[in-house]
């Protein structure tokens, strides 16, 4: 990559991104003269076609909070700086930062082989040449039995936070099971989400902690920094544990942690959407929900920020729909429950 000029404040950036026309723009949220929003909503305005830009937020709440409005203004991805250790985690915010310019820069921006995190087939998962106008099993127009199923698990990484609202704030208060979702962000960006998000949704939203029992009707976002473990406890209820472990699982929370335990402690009553994001994770706990009798839902690759979870789950063979989040939100909501005739008139 080419890093085409530097700004000293917002209104140097924004004179630089129309004369220098770049792929991708990175800001900070604080800035002097004009700050980092003010530069976004006049890029996103002014600026035809407008850059990727991907913010750079402090690790704070203030900042998490600031990182969400972002996201809503029309930037691609966030990063977090923690400022107390930025000497000493320059190397991984540095690769972090490379790696989600090159995933949010427009296609074609970069050749396929300098991509450092190429989109591909998962290990041991076969990749599928998908015929053009292929039909998918569950169509936008299919709606679900109020009680097919037990569980809804969603994941999603870049892109993602617009994405989760527009489809949790359309969910009835009375979905017929509990949601859990896995958004790949740091602990205090998805506290923040889940505040947000409880503050727009029908349906109650709360911060996963350690030992909550899952209820219908409320939506759980997996806290950042440590995978999310379902398991099924004393009496048979499901509850939500955490742990560092797997180390291997590069996303904290990884959505493969939290789909392999849905399918293990569900079996077959398990719905799994993929949403926008950059790399593959997913694709292998969506494979362990489909072998349990689950149904898959992935994001459509024209509204992706960035088309590679969803594309993985697609090319591992095991998608049952691909949909649009408007249409998702239709159709998860057609599990609200089924009242009595009685209870409707009244």
């Keep these: 990559m080419r890093v085409v000029g530097t700004a000293r404040d917002g209104k140097d950036g ?15 949220v604080e800035m ?30 203030a900042g998490s909070h600031a990182a969400l409005q972002a996201l809503r203004f029309g930037a ?43 989109v591909r087939a998962p290990s041991g998962l076969p990749r599928v040449a998908l015929p053009e106008g292929q039909v998918w099993r569950i169509k936008p127009e299919h709606r679900f039995d109020h009680d097919e199923f ?46 947000r998000l409880d503050e727009m949704c029908n ?11 899952l209820h219908p009707g409320t939506i759980y976002m997996c806290q950042g920094g440590v995978h999310t473990h379902l398991v099924r406890g004393a009496g048979g209820k499901v509850t939500i544990s955490t742990s560092e472990e797997p180390k291997s699982e590069l996303y904290r929370p990884s959505v493969n942690v939290l789909f392999s335990t849905a399918a293990k402690v569900v079996s077959g009553k398990v719905l799994a959407v993929v949403l926008t994001g950059m790399g593959e994770d997913g694709a292998s706990g969506a494979r362990e929900i489909k072998a349990r009798g689950g149904t898959i839902l992935t994001q459509d690759a024209a509204s992706c920020v960035v088309y590679g979870m969803p594309k993985a ?9 691909v949909l649009t989040p408007e249409q998702i939100a239709v159709m998860l909501g057609s599990l609200a429950e089924v009242r009595p005739a009685s209870d409707a008139a009244a």
Aim: with cysteine; charged share 20%; aromatic share 2%.
């Design 32 to 61: 002097p003269g004009v700050d980092g929003m003010t530069c976004l909503r006049a890029i996103k305005r002014e600026c035809n076609p407008p850059p990727a830009v991907l913010m750079c937020s402090s690790l704070t709440s």
């Design 203 to 213: 349906m109650t939203v709360v911060h996963a902690e350690v030992g909550m029992p």
């Design 313 to 321: 789950v697609v090319a591992a063979g095991v998608c049952d729909g």
């Design 150 to 195: 037990g569980l809804i698990v969603i994941g999603s990484s870049t892109g993602g936070p617009p994405v989760l609202e527009v489809i949790l704030s359309a969910l009835p208060a009375d979905l017929s099971c509990p949601v859990v979702v896995a958004q790949h962000m740091p602990v205090l960006f998805t506290r923040s989400l889940a505040q």
């Design 76 to 118: 691609a991805e966030v990063i977090a700086k923690d400022q107390s250790t930025i000497s000493d985690k320059v190397e991984a915010m540095r690769d972090e930062l490379i790696a989600k310019i090159r995933a949010i820069a427009p296609s074609g921006s970069f050749p396929l082989e300098a991509a450092a995190t190429p």
């Design 14 to 28: 924004l004179e630089k991104v129309k004369a220098l026309r770049p792929d991708v723009v990175t800001l900070d």
